[in-house]
């Protein structure tokens, strides 16, 4: 555990993990979170921009929770972020399902999951199977 100053109000606290702000700065954004989801549904054609402005939150933390996919929009708004695989415009999350797809793909390949054929394991012999004992 090391102490660390917050980056939203300056204040020492005990950092564990995660973002480097304190518990009191990330209540805040939590509950910011709450209000700004339901503003949301009440207006689902809102852009980012305005939906910043309105409700006084940084682009960049509304970026963060879309990509987070704690934040998704309708299919009909105005708001897409560019997938990080191949820049395919989407609602939520980083990757489209094509890239998801492959990714999910290539870990399996990696992993050797995707191998049609396992050597089934080879079952002993009933004679190989019983106890044996050494005499002295």
């Not at 980012?48 to 402005?53: D, R």
């Not at 890239?99 to 079952?123: E, F, I, T």
Request: with cysteine; charged share 30%.
């Amino acid at each position: 555990m090391e102490v660390v100053t917050c980056k939203s109000c300056g204040r020492l606290f005990n950092y564990l993990s995660g973002p480097r702000i304190c518990p009191a700065c990330q209540k805040k954004i939590e509950e910011k979170f709450v209000e700004v989801k339901k503003y949301v549904r009440e207006h689902p054609d809102i852009d980012i921009k305005t939906l910043s402005k309105e409700m006084e939150v940084s682009v960049n933390q509304i970026n963060r929770w879309v990509r987070e996919e704690r934040l998704v929009f309708s299919k009909d708004s105005p708001v897409g972020l560019p997938c990080e695989g191949c820049g395919k415009t989407i609602k939520t999350g980083r990757f489209c399902d094509a890239c998801k797809s492959n990714l999910a793909s290539g870990l399996r390949s990696a992993g050797g999951l995707d191998q049609k054929a396992v050597a089934a394991p080879r079952k002993p012999k009933s004679s190989e199977s019983r106890m044996r004992f050494l005499d002295h």
